[in-house]
């Protein structure tokens, strides 16, 4: 069965601290994506890795960095944290390949504040 | 910065048919797809289009028009469950990036 985990369902932080989402999928999928979605936004991408060692930019990367050492985990990282990062952020996964639909598997959600 | 448009809310009613449109503005495209989102749930996939035209599954359906930049969602038997967010989402670039639109909020009412 698919699975993408995602390490904690609530965090809450203060602001300037450093804070790792991490992200671990179970399919061996070369693709792997952070959203953060906030009411009226939908989900906006903030970064995409297509493969280990490897990422793009999405359309909101300031303020925020990623890791891919692993082709299983994908790690976001605020390096300092901002009240304006109190989002829910989410983590998806995605087999490549001709003929595939693209499905993206998502996790559950990391829930952040930041006081 | 996001390119699709599809809209903020609809309303139907139980056994009706309901059609949510998207329109897009992207270059490098490669196809269109629909999640379902309920309140405190993950998004879920629904369908996918690559290719001009309409794709079935069950009570909904899917179409992309490329030349038009449009898409729609129809859903048909409605029902109360059906009541959640749908998105539609692009993938584009030579990555396949995947961006996403605000989201439309269905209400089913009896």
């Known amino acids: 069965d698919v699975k993408v985990t995602q390490s904690s369902r609530y965090l809450v932080k203060r602001t300037g601290e450093k804070v790792f989402l991490e992200c671990v999928q179970d399919?061996?999928?070369?693709?792997m994506f952070w959203y953060r979605q906030d009411p009226g936004l939908g989900l906006r991408l903030i970064y995409f890795?297509?493969?280990?060692?490897?990422?793009e930019k999405g359309d909101i990367p300031e303020g925020y960095s990623v890791s891919r050492e692993k082709k299983e985990r994908f790690s976001l990282i605020l390096e300092s944290a901002s009240t304006n990062q109190t989002s829910m952020y989410l983590c998806?996964?995605?087999?490549?390949?001709?003929?595939?639909?693209?499905?993206?598997?998502f996790g559950e959600g990391s829930r952040l504040t930041v006081l | 910065g996001q390119s699709l448009e599809q809209p903020s809310e609809v309303t139907a009613v139980e056994g009706a048919i309901v059609q949510i449109n998207c329109t897009y503005q992207?270059?490098?495209?490669?196809?269109l797809s629909w999640y379902q989102q309920h309140d405190g749930g993950a998004p879920t996939f629904l369908s996918y289009?690559?290719?001009?035209g309409l794709e079935e599954t069950g009570r909904f359906s899917s179409f992309l028009s490329r030349s038009d930049s449009y898409g729609y969602l129809l859903l048909q038997e409605l029902q109360m469950k059906d009541s959640a967010s749908y998105f539609c989402?692009?993938?584009?670039?030579?990555?396949?990036?995947?961006?996403f639109g605000i989201g439309t909020k269905l209400q089913v009412i009896p």
């Open positions: 998806a996964s995605r087999e490549t390949g001709t003929g595939l639909t693209g499905e993206l598997f």
């Open positions: 399919m061996d999928h070369e693709n």
């Open positions: 890795s297509y493969d280990v060692k490897m990422k």
């Open positions: 992207t270059s490098g495209f490669y196809g």
């Open positions: 289009n690559g290719l001009d």
């Open positions: 989402a692009e993938t584009f670039g030579g990555y396949q990036k995947v961006t």
